[in-house]
């Protein structure tokens, strides 16, 4: 498919100063996992917090134990630092901390008090690939995207795109570079700094589709696309199904060297805004594998399975793999 470039002018204000663990265990290790899966999975489920996994060993610990407060979370490419968000909310008045810190011995490296706009306190932060901006994300059509330097320092904030104000679902994810991908209506759009234009990387002419992931080499994307996880080139070349079951698939994940996928399979509603999947890793090389909890699974699907335990891990929030 040839690439289409399309200039977006985007409302822009800038500071100018600034299973069992033997179903299909592939090749090696304890519990089933090849000795070449490397990384920490981060998950959030129910009330036992984030939770963690360390590859290729298996072994499962709490993260974060107290999340009653917690917004979201991060942790940077290098697997470094952790960025908490968390909501300080008092009668009249919605500040959100920010703290970044180190994994390795808890010392904080940043930490500010950001206020929202539009008095939101549900604000979100993501650490920008170099670790210097923290790009905040909000339900709130009067805070728009917020980027700031990770001090807290307000560098700029887009407000909309061609004069469209930014949805309530649209996804935003860093790049390479700093720039970032953004999901709008039915586009997928690339915004290099300073973010006053971008490029068209994808039209999706499809009526069901989201959860878009991005690898950390900045150059593939995996996507929902009705009950299944796609893979694509960022041009939007390249579309391949890579799951396959009788149910859902859906939130995708990168590992960092972009050779495996984190999906969450059996993919169901709990309530009117809950959801909640079981964890299953295949191998990113453009092949459909089955991943049902019932049927046959594709030899080298590995389901996340925690050292000295039988049952495959569950999730119903964020999910991060570095």
Not at 33 to 42: D, E, F, N, Q
Not at 75 to 87: A, E, F, P, Q
Not at 163 to 179: I, K, S
């Amino acid at each position: 498919m040839k690439k289409t470039h399309l200039l977006l002018i985007v409302g822009y204000l800038m500071l100018l100063t600034a299973c069992s663990k033997d179903n299909n265990g592939p090749d090696g290790g304890d519990n089933g996992y090849p000795s070449a899966l490397t990384g920490t999975i981060y998950y959030d489920w129910a009330t036992q917090g984030i939770l963690k996994v360390s590859l290729s060993d298996g072994v499962g610990s709490t993260f974060i134990p107290d999340k009653s407060k917690l917004n979201n979370f991060d942790i940077s490419r290098d697997g470094r630092y952790k960025l908490t968000v968390v909501n300080e909310q008092t009668v009249g008045k919605y500040p959100i901390r920010f703290t970044l810190s180190d994994i390795t011995n808890g010392s904080i490296v940043e930490e500010f008090v950001y206020h929202s706009p539009g008095l939101n306190g549900y604000c979100k932060g993501y650490l920008s690939p170099d670790n210097s901006h923290i790009v905040v994300l909000s339900n709130d059509k009067a805070d728009g995207i917020t980027i700031l330097k990770r001090n807290g320092e307000f560098v700029g904030r887009i407000h909309d795109i061609n004069g469209q104000e930014l949805g309530f679902n649209d996804q935003r994810l860093w790049l390479p570079g700093n720039a970032l991908l953004i999901i709008h209506n039915n586009y997928i759009i690339r915004l290099a700094p300073p973010y006053t234009s971008g490029t068209l990387l994808k039209e999706m002419n499809y009526d069901d589709w989201g959860d878009v992931a991005v690898n950390q080499a900045g150059n593939q994307l995996a996507v929902r696309i009705a009950n299944h996880v796609y893979t694509m080139d960022m041009d939007g070349s390249n579309l391949k199904q890579v799951t396959t079951s009788n149910f859902k698939e859906s939130v995708p994940e990168f590992s960092p060297d972009g050779k495996y996928l984190l999906v969450g399979t059996e993919y169901r509603q709990t309530g009117p805004f809950g959801w909640m999947w079981s964890l299953k890793i295949i191998p990113n090389d453009g092949t459909a594998y089955n991943v049902d909890p019932i049927a046959p699974n594709t030899p080298g699907v590995i389901p996340v399975i925690l050292k000295g335990k039988e049952k495959i891990e569950t999730a119903g929030g964020q999910m991060i793999w570095r």
